[in-house]
């Protein structure tokens, strides 16, 4: 449409986080995969940030993660086949499973640890460490809905 500006779009900072965030994943993926790990897709990973250590039912995990009960489901069950994590019977109540990484997993989640640091160090490097810190410290309060957190 004549007269409309449309750099809006691709600059709008939504747009932006959001490409790099794509960025920063893929650099993580990729890290992993040079480890010998890049057995997990962006989608796995969705499963092993939202679970916690000591176990996290998967109705929680769905929560989580904005997603369905039964995509979660579908997703751990691909993670149980990889060996990554594996379900147990709730102790609290029989009825529900919670999900648990496996001894492999807690190596995959070291692994992955490891690539988070390095892709963040490699944007810290990027960026300088000033703007960084900024930045870090500007998105962790936005996404705490303006606490301040440092």
């Not at 790990?37 to 176990?55: A, K, P, Q």
């Not at 039912?57 to 997603?67: F, I, K």
């Not at 009825?95 to 989640?109: E, P, S």
Request: negative net charge.
């Amino acid at each position: 449409m004549p007269g409309i500006d449309d750099a809006w779009r691709a600059t709008n900072i939504g747009r932006l986080l959001n490409e790099a965030v794509h960025r920063f994943e893929e650099s993580v993926l990729e890290k992993m995969a040079r480890g010998g790990h890049g057995e997990c897709t962006l989608s796995h990973i969705t499963v092993t940030r939202n679970l916690d250590l000591d176990g996290t039912r998967a109705v929680e995990l769905a929560r989580r993660a904005s997603m369905t009960k039964q995509s979660i489901g579908e997703l751990v069950t691909q993670l149980e086949t990889l060996g990554i994590v594996m379900r147990e019977p709730d102790p609290t109540d029989g009825r529900a499973k919670i999900v648990l990484f496996t001894a492999k997993g807690r190596d995959w989640l070291d692994h992955f640890h490891a690539a988070v640091e390095a892709t963040e160090q490699e944007l810290a490097d990027a960026l300088g460490p000033t703007l960084y810190k900024a930045i870090k410290r500007g998105l962790l309060k936005y996404a705490h809905g303006g606490a301040d957190l440092t």
